[in-house]
């Protein structure tokens, strides 16, 4: 099999692909409801969401250096050792996600009231979240299924499970943020259980999937004796930087939209509006850059070192083309993907100009992310956390400076992603053309 084949890497991206869009088909089935409750809903679902996603990216983290280590033993064809990664990968990931659980559980009251100046959206994010954190134990889990996967390049299963939570999920918005099908009207806490509902499926459908079609016996699956802290250091060494890179990299975005509830619920409503959609819009590119990194690991792993840096600018190229025709589409047509979302005509308005700047800024963001992955694909996960780190303080001080000192529209503070994903792009560029990536071993 040509590895690095176009056929080959669509193969891999598309489940890739569409286990992304049902990932965020569950925010933007949230976005879309709670934008036809009421404002408040929508601009309180934001801040809730982004506070689950920055924890959840902590366990993302390490299911990324599970991954990286399962596509260098593939690329070696050490399938023994696949599952002594997804065993004890699977173990970590567990008992992360009841530390973190725990942790919410006790004290996510005081966090919020910490940060939120509006008593409404106070009261609404507790709401959702109140729920919403159950959703850990089922998601920690399932993203360790997705790192075998994507490690071993079989990635059709995530096809299915993409379909399955993005069906799950959407039944049970419908039916219990509104009251249908017989359920009660639970408003914002619906569409928590809803999310908790479609994570609980999706690991079920994983899970037995795992159990009657994969070879376990080859890859050693499930096969666990007890626990392996030597594979389990392995992987938090590579894991480790990009787990705070992420939390780092999410918990900045969370600020962002804690600096505009400070602009007010309306801008904090639009902002919910731009930042679903440019999830939705980055999935191509971000699923095009998980099969960069994997790829590039396994690269690594044959001996094809060589072949790394042309076969990432290869991938630039085909990102770029990959992306456009969504970049033109929503540039010109903003307020039918507004309308989605809500029906009120002021709201529609407003939020134009902050959509122009997502499609923009959503094609520096997708070669940025296949740059970035392709770092952390060599193993030299430090330098990734080293790039994001120095990034996230000039990303920070622009919104602060946008949105508190100096306060300007909606659409001005959403620039700072152009900052981000340009410096990004270009330190981690250099780096795979400068860097000592080639002599790193794991």
């Not at 725990?102 to 100046?117: A, C, D, M, P």
Request: positive net charge; proline residues 2%; hydrophobic residues 50%.
């Amino acid at each position: 099999m040509n590895l690095i084949s176009n056929k080959n890497i669509f193969n891999i991206a598309y489940p890739v692909c569409l286990t992304l869009i049902a990932q965020n088909i569950i925010n933007v089935t949230d976005t879309a409801f709670l934008g036809h409750l009421n404002e408040t809903a929508l601009g309180a679902s934001a801040i809730a969401g982004m506070f689950y996603i920055a924890v959840y990216i902590v366990g993302f983290g390490f299911s990324q250096g599970a991954q990286i280590l399962t596509g260098r033993r593939n690329g070696e064809k050490d399938y023994a050792k696949i599952g002594l990664i997804f065993n004890n990968g699977l173990f970590f990931n567990f008992v992360l996600s009841i530390i973190i659980f725990t942790f919410s559980y006790f004290y996510i009251s005081q966090i919020t009231r910490f940060l939120v100046t509006s008593d409404d959206i106070y009261n609404a994010v507790l709401e959702y979240l109140d729920w919403r954190i159950y959703g850990f134990f089922f998601a920690f889990l399932n993203i360790m299924f997705r790192s075998l996967y994507v490690g071993i390049t079989k990635t059709r299963v995530l096809t299915a499970s993409a379909l399955i939570t993005s069906v799950t999920n959407v039944f049970f918005d419908y039916a219990m943020i509104f009251g249908n099908c017989g359920f009660p009207e639970l408003g914002i806490a619906g569409a928590a259980i809803a999310s908790v509902i479609a994570e609980g499926v999706t690991f079920l459908f994983l899970l037995i999937y795992t159990l009657l079609k994969m070879d376990t016996k080859r890859y050693m699956l499930f096969y666990f004796s007890k626990i392996d802290w030597k594979i389990i250091k392995q992987m938090l060494n590579l894991s480790i930087f990009i787990m705070f890179q992420f939390f780092i990299s999410t918990s900045t975005w969370f600020l962002f939209f804690i600096f505009i509830e400070r602009m007010g619920e309306r801008p904090l409503a639009i902002t919910n509006i731009g930042r679903s959609l440019y999830m939705l819009l980055m999935i191509p590119g971000i699923a095009l850059s998980t099969t960069i990194s994997t790829i590039v690991s396994n690269l690594i792993g044959e001996g094809r070192k060589n072949e790394v840096l042309p076969f990432i600018n290869r991938m630039i190229k085909i990102t770029l083309i990959a992306v456009a025709p969504f970049m033109i589409f929503t540039f010109i047509m903003p307020e039918l993907i507004i309308q989605i979302y809500t029906d009120d005509i002021d709201l529609i308005k407003a939020s134009v100009p902050v959509i122009k700047v997502v499609s923009i800024a959503m094609t520096f963001c997708a070669v940025g992310n296949v740059i970035f992955n392709s770092v952390s694909g060599t193993g030299n996960t430090r330098t990734a956390f080293l790039i994001e780190f120095v990034t996230m303080f000039f990303y920070i001080s622009y919104i602060y400076y946008t949105a508190i000192l100096h306060p300007c529209t909606t659409a001005v503070v959403w620039l700072s992603e152009f900052v981000y994903w340009i410096l990004i792009g270009i330190s981690g560029y250099y780096y795979l053309k400068k860097g000592n990536w080639q002599k790193k071993e794991i």
